[in-house]
């Protein structure tokens, strides 16, 4: 298959918006005085445009990930980086993508807002993809299916051969979301970005790297597809104090390794903790920094804990998740007293 073909037809020839500072690329070198881009030319830190490339950040993940500059384009979060994968593949009233709930409500909002249908294929009641019937779902005009591997709110990683068929049998593009892929013991998707066409993976930085706050997420897939979100995403999408926050964090990979290390940790003791609880019924199995849990009355528990002072995420509404909450692994001490308070109101 030529992913090429999905692309959009008022897309395949746009010309990219080019930007002061895309036609002089050098922006570095001292000597220069840049007077193109109707800048202020006092010295603050932020006075001049980022580089709409965000080289420096590249070059990182390069060696981290292991992939070429040409792999990766970067967005002012995941949000971002999906919103430009809908609007270069999907075209509005007419084509659809296929989710598979329960999982992040972000492709079904976006869905929404790009006036394009979400075809829903439910998870097994073990939250793994339903591949015949996905296969069945699918139309001409199917051009996404997006796999949240692991799966949020769900927390377990799909199983690899399950992925597999789907890459091979779906002839559009699987968006693998690895939003938690640091957390899991499954490979991340990216050392078969070269088997697979069809395959984009997004990530971000608001996980395991811990930036949420700076709005960084990062789609990698092949030179075609990248070149082609490349020629629509706004020329200055990541802000220059995001790309100095990501380069500084992505210069210290063995604190987020750490960190990660950490987080697994306390992510096992306080499953272990939660088995004694008695209103909870179900711990689910996980490879992401929360755990989903099923409890009697998940909205009664939810309330008691806010006025213990705690926030969870009320998962009951969701498909398969009936009286289901999630817990995020938080530190030492903030587990040992949501513990402290799952223990209050059992006694209660
Ligand atoms: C948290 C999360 C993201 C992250 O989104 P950002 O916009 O990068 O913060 C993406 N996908 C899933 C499934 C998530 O849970």
């Given at each position: 298959m030529n992913v090429l073909d999905l692309v959009r037809d008022n897309i395949k020839n746009i010309k990219p918006y080019s930007s002061a500072r895309d036609e002089y690329k050098d922006a570095t070198s001292e000597s220069m005085i840049f007077l193109?881009?109707?800048?202020?030319?006092?010295?603050?830190?932020?006075?001049r445009y980022p580089d709409p490339q965000q080289n420096d950040v590249k070059d990182l993940l390069v060696n981290i990930k292991n992939v070429t500059k040409e792999n990766i384009l970067l967005g002012n979060g995941s949000d971002e980086v999906l919103d430009l994968i809908f609007r270069a593949f999907c075209e509005p009233n007419k084509d659809n993508i296929i989710t598979l709930p329960p999982t992040y409500g972000m492709y079904s909002v976006l869905a929404n807002i790009n006036a394009i249908k979400n075809k829903k294929v439910l998870l097994t009641e073990d939250f793994q993809p339903k591949v015949d019937q996905i296969i069945d779902a699918v139309d001409n005009n199917s051009k996404i299916l997006f796999l949240c591997s692991p799966n949020n709110p769900s927390g377990n990683s799909f199983s690899i051969e399950k992925v597999e068929t789907l890459l091979n049998n779906f002839k559009g593009l699987v968006v693998i979301d690895e939003a938690y892929i640091d957390f899991s013991e499954q490979e991340s998707w990216l050392n078969r970005l070269e088997e697979f066409p069809n395959l984009v993976i997004t990530q971000t930085l608001s996980k395991a790297y811990g930036l949420a706050g700076i709005r960084l997420g990062v789609c990698y897939a092949s030179k075609a597809v990248i070149s082609v979100l490349n020629s629509i995403k706004p020329p200055y999408n990541v802000n220059e104090l995001t790309q100095q926050k990501a380069f500084e964090r992505l210069n210290k990979v063995d604190e987020v390794a750490a960190e990660i290390k950490a987080i697994k940790q306390e992510r096992e003791q306080l499953m272990n903790s939660l088995e004694s609880i008695n209103f909870i019924s179900n711990i689910y199995p996980s490879d992401c920094n929360f755990v989903l849990v099923k409890v009697d009355d998940a909205t009664k528990r939810y309330n008691q804990l806010i006025q213990l002072g705690i926030v969870i995420r009320n998962r009951t509404t969701q498909p398969l998740c009936e009286n289901c909450l999630r817990f995020t692994v938080g530190t030492t001490a903030e587990n040992e007293k949501l513990l402290q308070a799952l223990k209050e109101l059992q006694n209660a």
């Amino acid at each position: 298959m030529n992913v090429l073909d999905l692309v959009r037809d008022n897309i395949k020839n746009i010309k990219p918006y080019s930007s002061a500072r895309d036609e002089y690329k050098d922006a570095t070198s001292e000597s220069m005085i840049f007077l193109d881009a109707n800048e202020n030319p006092f010295e603050n830190g932020v006075n001049r445009y980022p580089d709409p490339q965000q080289n420096d950040v590249k070059d990182l993940l390069v060696n981290i990930k292991n992939v070429t500059k040409e792999n990766i384009l970067l967005g002012n979060g995941s949000d971002e980086v999906l919103d430009l994968i809908f609007r270069a593949f999907c075209e509005p009233n007419k084509d659809n993508i296929i989710t598979l709930p329960p999982t992040y409500g972000m492709y079904s909002v976006l869905a929404n807002i790009n006036a394009i249908k979400n075809k829903k294929v439910l998870l097994t009641e073990d939250f793994q993809p339903k591949v015949d019937q996905i296969i069945d779902a699918v139309d001409n005009n199917s051009k996404i299916l997006f796999l949240c591997s692991p799966n949020n709110p769900s927390g377990n990683s799909f199983s690899i051969e399950k992925v597999e068929t789907l890459l091979n049998n779906f002839k559009g593009l699987v968006v693998i979301d690895e939003a938690y892929i640091d957390f899991s013991e499954q490979e991340s998707w990216l050392n078969r970005l070269e088997e697979f066409p069809n395959l984009v993976i997004t990530q971000t930085l608001s996980k395991a790297y811990g930036l949420a706050g700076i709005r960084l997420g990062v789609c990698y897939a092949s030179k075609a597809v990248i070149s082609v979100l490349n020629s629509i995403k706004p020329p200055y999408n990541v802000n220059e104090l995001t790309q100095q926050k990501a380069f500084e964090r992505l210069n210290k990979v063995d604190e987020v390794a750490a960190e990660i290390k950490a987080i697994k940790q306390e992510r096992e003791q306080l499953m272990n903790s939660l088995e004694s609880i008695n209103f909870i019924s179900n711990i689910y199995p996980s490879d992401c920094n929360f755990v989903l849990v099923k409890v009697d009355d998940a909205t009664k528990r939810y309330n008691q804990l806010i006025q213990l002072g705690i926030v969870i995420r009320n998962r009951t509404t969701q498909p398969l998740c009936e009286n289901c909450l999630r817990f995020t692994v938080g530190t030492t001490a903030e587990n040992e007293k949501l513990l402290q308070a799952l223990k209050e109101l059992q006694n209660a």
